[in-house]
């Protein structure tokens, strides 16, 4: 890779052919059947994600001298509130503990086949984009190694993520509840929630990080050389190193296109509701993502655009060409 090729890197310029693969791949010609297909790649690469949030606040009033008495209230509730959930499970510990393995044990194995199924999905969709072949058997056999080291890659982020986020959420919620029951005095509890907050928050957004990097780019690098997600980390880790910036500026443009398609979606799910209700069909998994399919080709296609700048040994598109070539 020459200092002129690194001068040709943009966030920009990946958008005109990212476009162009869409059409080529679902317009040209147009078959619903192809359609079908692809979208069911893409809906096993992108089967269990989501997300949401929320929240909310209430406020009282009253005479600052009831202030303490209140609080004082509140603190006995929470501490009665406690004793008797605890009573309550001592008492039924003989069918708690039973469905609470039980059902954390279901819960845990389809977690797993989603993530088993999402990570083999992930290279079968990159297969369909990269190659312009609606194919389901090929790319689920040939990825299969591939498929498998992301699905362990994934399990071992999922518990790294458990311990370094779900922990300080706890330690969050205890000494709240600390606060709430004047077991801690606020001077101390506070700082230490803000501190895990910070905490939270910075390792979130890390992991974010190494997950998106992972979909977008290492995913490519482990179809392309035929071999694991370390080595596939190993190998992006070569120019993530040198080219810090513009990778935040990619980032930084994800942004731009995500409120750009959200806004999109939002327009199309309108005119759909207006006319014929159609945008209920983006409530049916299976069918939502056929639908939203231009939409997935182009995200999987920019990144691969995007990637494809740092040189000819990044370029997943050469398949095509040399499938065509040995015809």
């Known amino acids: 890779m020459n200092s002129e090729q690194l001068n040709r890197v943009s966030v920009i310029d990946p958008v005109t052919p990212a476009i162009d693969r869409v059409k080529l791949i679902l317009f040209r010609p147009f078959d619903l059947r192809k359609w079908f297909v692809i979208g069911f790649c893409a809906w096993l690469a992108y089967l269990g994600g989501g997300g949401g949030g929320g929240g909310g606040g209430s406020g009282g009033s009253g005479p600052p001298y009831n202030v303490p008495h209140k ?5 006995e ?9 605890r009573n309550y499970i001592s008492n039924n510990l003989y069918w708690i503990i039973p469905a609470t393995v039980i059902a954390f044990v279901v819960l845990i194995l389809i977690g797993l086949l989603v993530v088993w199924l999402n990570s083999r999905g992930r290279f079968m969709f990159l297969h369909c984009v990269a190659t312009n072949k609606a194919e389901v058997s090929i790319p689920w056999h040939k990825f299969k190694k591939q498929g498998n080291s992301l699905f362990l890659f994934r399990i071992v982020l999922g518990i790294i ?4 986020v779900v922990l300080p959420i706890i330690g969050i919620i205890v000494l709240g509840i600390m606060i709430a029951s004047s077991s ?3 001077i101390v509890a506070v700082p230490g929630i803000v501190i895990l907050g910070l905490s939270l928050f910075a390792l979130s957004i890390l992991l974010f990080l190494v997950k998106k990097f992972t979909f977008d780019f290492v995913v490519p690098i482990m179809s392309l050389r035929m071999i694991g997600c370390m080595d596939g980390w190993r190998e992006f880790m070569t120019i993530l190193s040198a080219n810090k910036l513009r990778f935040t500026l990619y980032l930084l443009f994800q942004i731009v296109i995500k409120i750009v398609i959200g806004a999109m979606v939002g327009i199309g799910a309108c005119i759909g509701f207006c006319f014929c209700c159609a945008s209920c069909l983006l409530l049916v998994p299976y069918i939502g993502t056929v639908i939203l399919l231009p939409i997935l080709v182009f995200t999987r296609a920019y990144s691969l655009c995007y990637l494809q700048q740092y040189g ?16």
């Open 184 to 186: 801690a005095p606020g």
């Open 312 to 327: 000819p040994q990044f370029d997943v598109f050469r398949t095509e060409i040399e499938a065509a070539e040995s015809v």
């Open 71 to 75: 609080q004082n209230e509140v603190g």
């Open 77 to 85: 509730q929470i501490k009665e509130g406690i004793e008797t959930a």
């Open 161 to 164: 993520s458990f311990i370094v």
